[in-house]
């Protein structure tokens, strides 16, 4: 599975930007879709997951109201629909596709359970 991200830029403090990550090759295989972002310093962390089948959702809990993670399957495409941006969500935003399904949520809050990245969008929010 190859992914592409693509969306991110420079913005203000309130404002929006909407990322999108385009899955191309073996994307049966993928059970899940994923948005991780590694801020400067500090280590990756997970933002949000969809499930290609149901469209079930999860977010961690520093974007959850804010962030909304969406799917389409007919184009094997994510997005990360990002309001309200702060500069502490100034980060690489990356994609990511797991393989396996794991019932509770919590499984994918862990970089392990992720199979396949792309090359990640950089986000900035200035203040």
């Known amino acids: 599975v190859q992914l592409q991200a693509s969306g991110g830029g420079l913005v203000h403090a309130g404002e929006s930007l909407r990322l999108s990550c385009a899955a191309s090759?073996?994307?049966?295989?993928?059970?899940?879709m994923g948005w991780f972002r590694q801020a400067p310093g500090k280590e990756r962390e997970f933002v949000a997951q969809i499930l290609w089948s149901s469209g079930y959702t999860y977010s961690s809990d520093s974007v959850q109201g804010r962030f909304t993670i969406s799917r389409d399957n007919a184009k094997n495409a994510v997005y990360l629909q990002m309001n309200s941006l702060k500069p502490e969500d100034t980060a690489i935003y990356y994609c990511?596709?797991?393989?396996?399904?794991?019932?509770?949520?919590?499984?994918?809050?862990?970089?392990?359970?992720?199979?396949?990245w792309g090359q990640g969008t950089q986000v900035t929010v200035s203040s």
């Open positions: 990511a596709a797991a393989t396996r399904y794991f019932s509770t949520s919590y499984y994918y809050t862990l970089i392990s359970s992720w199979d396949y």
């Open positions: 090759g073996r994307t049966f295989s993928s059970v899940v």
